[in-house]
C-alpha cells in the first residue's frame, strides 16, 4: 500500500538533533492503512501553539544578506515546501524539520505590541526590516490571526521601511497598507 499524507511537504519525520534520545518512524515503512492511522491519525492536524516572546526583532549579521532586522510572527511552516532552509530551525524549540514543523506552529501573538515597543526605543535606528526571514508571514492561519496585518499597521504608523517574503496570494489582503 503506497502511505502519503496528503496536503504536507514532509513524508517523514526525522529525530530532533539535539535531543538525546529521540525515535524516528518513516512513512514508507507503514505498510497498512491502519498503521499510517495508529501513527498520524486519519488526518493529521496542525497545532497552534501561542508562544511569548520578549522580543520580535532578529538581527542580521551576514554580509551576504542585505537587510539588517528580520522578524517572524510564526516559527514552522503549513506551507511545508520541502526545500524550505527554515526547517532546521524548529529543532531548537524540540521539534524536528520533517513532519513537525508543518504541524506545530508557534504563534507569537504578542509581536505587534513587540515591534512596537521596539520602534519607539530612543536607540532604535530605522533601518529595513524583513517580515518572514525564516518562515511565512501569510502562512494559512495568518486568514484568521492576521498578526502580519497588525505587523504592518504598525510599519504604516511609524512610517517604518519593510519588506516581505511570501509565497502566499494572502498578501494582496493587505495591500492598503502596502
Keep these: 500500500m503506497d502511505v502519503y499524507i496528503k496536503g504536507r511537504g514532509s513524508q517523514m519525520n526525522p529525530a530532533n538533533r539535539f535531543l538525546k534520545i529521540s525515535s524516528e518512524v518513516y512513512l514508507?515503512?507503514?505498510?497498512?492503512?491502519e498503521e499510517r492511522e495508529e501513527l498520524l491519525g486519519e488526518n493529521p492536524k496542525?497545532?497552534?501553539i501561542e508562544v511569548f516572546p520578549k522580543t520580535i526583532l532578529n538581527r542580521v549579521d551576514s554580509p551576504?544578506?542585505?537587510?539588517?532586522?528580520?522578524?517572524?510572527?510564526?516559527q514552522g511552516c503549513e506551507?511545508?515546501?520541502i526545500y524550505c532552509y527554515a526547517r532546521g530551525t524548529h529543532e531548537y524549540w524540540g521539534y524536528s524539520a520533517g513532519a513537525e514543523f508543518e504541524q506545530n506552529i508557534l504563534v507569537k501573538k504578542n509581536a505587534p505590541e513587540l515591534l512596537e515597543?521596539?520602534?519607539l526605543n530612543k536607540?532604535?535606528?530605522a533601518e529595513p526590516v524583513m517580515l518572514s526571514g525564516n518562515t511565512d508571514c501569510y502562512q494559512p492561519v495568518e486568514r484568521k490571526l492576521r498578526?502580519?496585518?497588525?505587523l504592518l499597521e504598525v510599519f504604516l504608523e511609524y512610517r517604518h521601511p519593510v519588506?516581505?517574503?511570501?509565497?502566499?496570494?494572502?498578501?494582496?489582503?493587505?495591500?492598503?497598507?502596502?
Design 28 to 33: 514508507e515503512d507503514l505498510h497498512t492503512q
Design 46 to 48: 496542525t497545532k497552534y
Design 64 to 74: 551576504d544578506i542585505g537587510l539588517a532586522w528580520s522578524m517572524n510572527p510564526y
Design 79 to 81: 506551507h511545508g515546501c
Design 117 to 119: 515597543k521596539a520602534l
Design 123 to 125: 536607540k532604535w535606528l
Design 147 to 150: 498578526i502580519t496585518r497588525s
Design 163 to 178: 519588506g516581505i517574503i511570501t509565497k502566499n496570494a494572502l498578501i494582496t489582503r493587505d495591500l492598503d497598507l502596502l
